[in-house]
């Protein structure tokens, strides 16, 4: 190994004293801080989206519900409500669908509900379609328990935003505490001999074009 004074820092490390390994101090707290912050807000934002249906599936009710009508709504036209099944064709983006769903409870009281999610271009179910939800019973929405529209939306940002919130913990963590490097490590002596290598080429070349500029 080199003597301290004839080391070359090529990778912004710390030179270890008396014996002491070399070792990185992360920095830059504040881009830290606000880097937590966006996955903190992003995470957020997926638990508000899944905080209802998962509310609803946890502490409410479910059971089958029946599409009972459609509700057609395009700007600039006066809403269709549609009552029984037929084909649909895409209508384009501008055109959204709200599904009404019935559901009789356990004691055989019949519940209306608005489902959670709507549709744009063509509904997603029919007129007398069944699949099963989660409500509360004195909801106005229901949730398609199997429907990927209920979960996909908070679910992807919920996965994305907490993996990215452990590694800003982790980050901001390290902020201001010694990482030890391995002073064995041959990529690491590799790398070092290298950069070395490189930067006297360099001042050589510098010497050798300000001498033929002279």
């Known amino acids: 190994m080199k003597e301290q004074k004839d080391r070359y820092n090529f990778d912004g490390r710390h030179f270890g004293k008396d014996g002491e390994r070399d070792y990185f101090v992360p920095g830059l707290l504040i881009p830290k801080i606000c880097y937590l912050i966006f996955t903190i807000a992003l995470t957020g934002v997926g638990i ?22 459609l509700v057609r709504e395009q700007p600039g036209e006066q809403d269709q409500t549609i009552w029984f099944a037929r084909e649909f064709k895409g209508e384009g983006h501008t055109v959204v669908y709200r599904h009404h769903v019935e559901v009789v409870d356990s004691e055989g009281v019949a519940r209306q509900f608005r489902m959670g999610v709507d549709s744009r271009d063509k509904p997603y179910a029919k007129p007398n379609d069944t699949f099963d939800v989660a409500y509360f019973p004195d909801g106005e929405y229901a949730f398609g328990l199997f429907h990927h529209r209920t979960w996909a939306f908070g679910a992807g940002f919920f996965t994305v935003g907490f993996m990215l919130l ?22 690491h002596l590799e790398a070092e001999e290298r950069a070395q290598e490189e930067d006297r080429k360099w001042k050589e070349a510098l010497a050798e074009k300000k001498r033929a500029t002279s």
């Open 166 to 187: 452990c590694i800003a913990v982790f980050l901001l963590a390290s902020v201001g505490k010694k990482i030890y490097i391995d002073p064995e490590d041959p990529e």
């Open 48 to 69: 508000w989206f899944l905080w209802d249906p998962a509310g609803a599936l946890l502490f409410g009710e479910t059971g089958e519900a029946r599409v009972t009508k």
